[in-house]
Every structure is written in C-alpha cells, then in structure tokens.
Nanobody
C-alpha cells in the first residue's frame, strides 16, 4: 500500500517562502504522476501543481504559476513544492496526491489514487 506524508508547512509572513515535502513509501515513486492540491477553510479544494513520472511535464494553477515550483527526486522517493512570494490567499491545507494509472498529468483530484493527510500553510498579511 502506498503512503504519502507531507511536511514543511507552517506560519509565514506574506512575501516569504516555504518548501513542502511529500515522502512516498510502499512503492517506487517513479511509477506515479504526482500533484499538490489545497483546501482553504470554507472553500472548495483546488489544484495547485502536478508533475509527470519522468518530471518532463509540469502543470500549475494560474494563481500560483511563476511563484510555485513542483519537483521530484525519485531516488529519494520525495516530491517537493517550493512556494515563493507567498500571499495570504495561499493559506490552506496542502495535500500531496499520487496517480498510478495515468500517463497524462491531470488536474482533476478524483483521478488520483493516493492522498496524504495534509500540511497546514498559513500566510499572514
């Protein structure tokens, strides 16, 4: 069974940076396309970023493009989300997700097979 554990969340002031990590265990990371989603209190969950198995394809939500970078290190079984120039509207619980059956990187949450427990990111104004 695949398990995903996020870390790196915390409290940061607007304009600051955080790096989230998602450690994957159970199977080789290279088998999965990976993504980050987020959900703010009282709001619907939304796609943030995704990366293909070989890291050759990345996709970003318009709201984070140019500020966030998704990357992966298959040798370390870890996926990262580097978040720069953070804004208060980035405040949310961030979830890591894995898709084991797709070859096209999808932005749809229901297409992903495994999810982490989430890590809280709070950006103060």
């Amino acid at each position: 069974q695949v398990q995903l554990v996020e870390s790196g969340g915390g409290l940061v002031q607007a304009g600051g940076s955080l790096r989230l990590s998602c450690a994957v265990s159970g199977r080789t990371l290279s088998r999965y396309a990976m993504a980050w989603f987020r959900q703010a209190p009282g709001k619907e969950g939304e796609f943030v970023a995704a990366i293909s198995r070989s890291a050759g394809i990345t996709r970003y939500a318009d709201s984070v493009k140019g500020r966030f970078t998704i990357s992966r290190d298959n040798g370390k079984n870890t996926v990262y989300l580097q978040m720069n120039r953070l804004k208060p509207e980035d405040t949310a619980v961030y979830y890591c997700a894995a898709d084991g059956d797709g070859v096209v990187v999808t932005t749809i949450g229901t297409e992903y097979d495994y999810w982490g427990q989430g890590t809280q990111v709070t950006v103060s104004s």
